[in-house]
């Protein structure tokens, strides 16, 4: 997959849980992904760029806790 590509999924991703009441988190992103625990540096990287390019954006954006943090949709 490209970046464009990774983007993309993370925010379908990020859809579909909303309409099922549930929320993105690097955790959920993994999973999809299938990407290691050890390696959530690189979920981590797929997550910013997507809020970068502004599909997804914290659910609550007053949290601090990077570790903690879930992700919906922008239009939510």
Do not use: G
Request: aromatic content about 8%; some cysteine.
């Amino acid at each position: 997959m490209n970046k464009r590509d990774r983007v993309r999924a993370c925010y379908q991703h990020s859809c579909l849980l909303h309409v099922s009441n549930k929320v993105m988190t690097n955790t959920t992103l993994r999973e999809r992904f299938k990407i290691s625990e050890a390696d959530y540096p690189i979920a981590s990287r797929i997550i910013r760029e997507t809020v970068q390019s502004t599909l997804i954006k914290l659910e609550d954006p007053e949290s601090k806790s990077k570790k903690h943090a879930k992700y919906v949709p922008f239009w939510t």
